[in-house]
């Protein structure tokens, strides 16, 4: 996504470098996205902001529903998103935490000259969500908690992946991995926005092109510099959606 946007802006200020572990210079915006899209993994900055450069944190991820939250987000700019956070994509809202405060305004007339302005109806129904979620957690337990009940959702979500992929027994995913949450107080597993799906047959080179000859659709490994053998799976579909999938997945031999 970062690549594709950064190549058709076609901007004579800024192009895109690659991966930061190869890149040489002083000038540069390094964009962090963690948890990371498509593996799940925790990423830190590797060049950091400093002089004339500046790390973005994309955090869309970075919610208790998706991984334990084990430390206090505390970098220089930070972005989020509805869409992630509680589901609500078409409101078409994120935000940003920004230390610096002339950053701030230069973003700020960024979004001005981008779009104009930001719609007033979709600010107000994304702040009535999130008061809404916040609300779900002031004064004690609740059936209205949208973290916890996300949490379970994805991890029934996971449990089916991993049940599918081992009856198929051509499919491998990443091992489970758990941390301290400090959010719900309690040890919790990563229960990742994407999998990260291998396709163990040896006969298939594009995994992803192998699952929509059998009409499930994926992102290729490709698309992230990874082998094709991969696939991003999105487990934020619809229920129903979701179950055909699984089945469809744990038919494969």
């Not at 004579?12 to 470098?17: D, E, I, K, Y």
């Not at 899209?37 to 919610?63: C, E, F, M, Q, T």
């Not at 949208?146 to 009856?167: H, N, Q, T, V, Y």
């Not at 699952?211 to 999105?234: C, E, I, W």
């Amino acid at each position: 996504w970062y690549p594709a946007v950064t190549d058709f802006l076609r901007s004579g200020l800024f192009r895109w470098a690659g991966d930061a572990n190869s890149f040489v210079g002083d000038a540069y915006i390094e964009l962090v996205c963690s948890p990371n899209n498509p593996d799940g993994a925790i990423r830190d900055a590797l060049l950091g902001s400093g002089g004339a450069g500046k790390a973005v944190h994309d955090l869309a991820y970075y919610w208790p529903q998706y991984t334990p939250i084990t430390r206090r987000a505390d970098h220089d700019i930070m972005l989020f998103t509805m869409s992630k956070s509680t589901g609500h994509a078409g409101t078409r809202i994120g935000w940003a935490l920004v230390k610096d405060r002339e950053v701030a305004r230069r973003m700020t007339k960024f979004v001005e000259l981008n779009t104009v302005s930001v719609s007033k109806d979709s600010q107000l129904r994304a702040a009535r969500v999130l008061r809404a979620v916040s609300d779900g957690y002031d004064g004690g337990a609740s059936r209205h908690q949208l973290f916890d009940f996300g949490r379970r959702k994805m991890a029934e979500r996971w449990r089916m992946l991993r049940e599918a992929a081992a009856a198929s027994g051509i499919f491998s995913l990443p091992e489970v991995t758990s941390g301290r949450c400090n959010f719900a107080n309690e040890t919790a597993a990563n229960n990742h926005a994407f999998a990260w799906l291998r396709c163990d047959r040896e006969d298939v080179e594009d995994c992803a092109g192998f699952l929509r000859g059998h009409k499930m659709l994926t992102r290729s490994g490709n698309q992230f510099g990874a082998d094709p053998r991969y696939v991003r799976v999105s487990m934020l579909g619809r229920d129903d959606a979701y179950d055909i999938f699984i089945r469809r997945l744990a038919s494969l031999k």
